[in-house]
């Protein structure tokens, strides 16, 4: 598969009812939360955990899609599987990472995409991905509920002699409408492989991840807006700033927002219809 040719730049945004889209585990899980603003935030690696997700998914663990970074994975057991293969055993031990690099990124979707490090065990080098994400940040100030919920089943034997219930407690947002930047650079994608069949899953994950991710604690996320520029060129002809500047949004509700029609979204000053929507420059 031969690397993408052109440079990408694209404005995601997403929203949150009734749920916690991204706790931090310092602060007891709350939503994450700007302290000078009261902006909610999400971190880059969140999203791009649901990415692979959606890639583990759908492509079963399979190669060219497998995936580096998953749950009860051991890194360096697969980076060592690297060095077994066939090919790579055949090299210099000067060129072995390289080629260990090389197969890393064309055996698993996420190096390719995001990179990764892979200089330990064996070592198989680092890999800068073509694929880069902002954290996202609330398009307003959030507001984090605290519910206090109970549990009448007990773990141990001790815990259950106590009799009643036990209390524990549980982090919402109302509503959020969230907004991400991100940046696919042709040039890092030769290094690593990252074709359109690639670009496109990409996509297609981005549209697509919430809707196989549900729990009650994340309540109801969904894309609502995914905009990308597509440059001409590898190097690109328009200022990354430029393009997001395109892309605007608007609070049509007085009072606090709660469902994404409080907002309009608008390209050039236009409303659109399509939660995909690709610009060619």
Not at 222 to 240: D, E, P, Q, Y
């Amino acid at each position: 598969m031969e690397p993408i040719k052109n440079r990408y730049d694209f404005v995601f945004y997403f929203d949150v009812k009734d749920g916690n889209p991204n706790g931090d585990p310092d602060a007891g899980n709350l939503p994450r939360i700007d302290a000078e603003t009261g902006h909610g935030l999400v971190t880059d690696v969140c999203i791009k955990r649901k990415v692979r997700n959606y890639v583990l998914m759908t492509k079963e663990e399979k190669s060219p899609f497998d995936i580096f970074i998953k749950e009860k994975a051991v890194l360096n057991t697969l980076i060592d599987k690297a060095h077994e293969d066939d090919e790579v055993s055949k090299k210099e031990k000067g060129d072995k990472t390289e080629a260990a690099r090389i197969w890393m990124c064309k055996n698993y979707y996420d190096i390719r995409t995001f990179g990764a490090v892979m200089s330990t065990g064996k070592n198989a080098g680092q890999v800068r991905g073509p694929v880069q994400l902002t954290f996202a940040r609330s398009v307003d100030p959030i507001v984090a509920l605290e519910h206090s919920i109970t549990r009448v089943a007990k773990t141990t034997e001790e815990r259950s002699e106590t009799g009643g219930s036990e209390m524990g407690r549980k982090y919402t947002v109302p509503y959020g409408l969230y907004r991400t930047h991100g940046f696919i650079s042709a040039h890092l994608a030769n290094q690593t492989g990252f074709s359109d069949e690639d670009l496109n899953l990409f996509f297609e994950a981005m549209q697509n991840m919430f809707e196989h991710d549900r729990s009650a604690a994340r309540g109801e996320m969904n894309t609502r807006k995914l905009i990308v520029f597509k440059h001409k060129t590898a190097l690109g002809n328009h200022s990354a700033h430029k393009l997001f500047e395109r892309v605007k949004h608007n609070k049509l509700s007085e009072g606090p927002a709660r469902e994404f029609s409080d907002y309009e979204i608008l390209l050039d000053g236009n409303k659109f219809s399509e939660t995909f929507k690709m610009v060619e420059l």
